[in-house]
Each structure stands twice: as C-alpha cells, then as structure tokens.
C-alpha cells in the first residue's frame, strides 16, 4: 500500500525545476570545472557540492533564463575555494592504488600532455577561472564579470595578466624543451 507523501516530503516547484535544468548541463560543469581545478576526482567533487549548494538555494532562482549563469557562479565559487584550499593544504602523497587522481585521470593526463593547459595550469586561482571562463566558455569579458560578480575592468585585467604569464610559461617551456 502506498502512503501519501506529506506536503514537506515534496519536493517545491523551484526543486523540480532545478532538477530539469541541471540534469542537462552535468557534462558541461564537469569539463568546467576539470579545466578549472586539473584534476578529475576534485571537478567531480566540485560538481557534487555545486549541485548540493544549487539545491539548497534552489528557491533563490527567480527565473530560468538566468539558470546557467547562477549555477555556473555557485561552481565557480567551489571551484575557486577548491584552489584556495590547495595552498593551506599539506597532501600526503598515497599509493597509485588508492590516489583517486592517479592514472587514467584525464585532466591531469592533459595538462601534463598539453603545453597551453600545462601553462594555465601554473596560474593564480581567479586569472585561471577567468581564462577558462573567456576561453573554454566563450564567454565575453562582460557575461565573465557577471558569472564571476567583478566589476568588467578586474576581469580586464586578470585576463591581461593570464595571459603575459602564460606566454612567460610557454615560452619558458620552448627555450627548456
């Protein structure tokens, strides 16, 4: 016999509308967030707690229209945290067999594989977040100032300084290699 489900075990209107939309977008905020942070196993974590974090505030969403930009500003925000965390962080190297990020962790492979990854990989966590946004995303520098709430002259200028020290790195890498 089925029981009827009491108003508070139903999911709202905004929380069943957040599952329609965010189902769609998964592989797009996982290949965000893995250019992001380079690392597999921490874009599928960012992805999990930007969901969580999603739907926690679900109710705060006025409008579909603005979903993609809300959401991709909730993972942003993981992911810059993720970052920051990295540098506070001591990590205790583990076994092949238990490191999540060990082999077959695509980001990685790519990043070691690929001189132009390898390079943004090198930059401070907001010049990075930046150039993915613009690049990967193609977004313009204002929908990359509203993802990220800078003012538009920040973005400017982290993206200016992203890429001089990229091409510092790229060019590094040509005189070494």
Known sequence: MRHARSAAEEP???HQRFLQL??????????????????GAEAEDAVGEALLRGWQSAESLRTETFFREWLDRILVNVCRDGLRRRGRVRFISLTVEHDR?????SFRELAERDALIGAISTLAPDERIVVVLHFWEDL???????RLGWPVGTVKSRLNRALGRIRKE?????VSG
């Open 22 to 39: 965010a189902g769609g977008e998964l592989d797009r905020l996982y290949r965000l967030a893995g250019l992001i942070l380079g690392n």
């Open 140 to 146: 313009t520098l204002e929908a990359t100032a509203a």
């Open 101 to 105: 990020s060990g082999p077959g962790d």
């Open 170 to 174: 790229l060019s590094t890498r040509e």
């Open 12 to 14: 709202s209107h905004a």
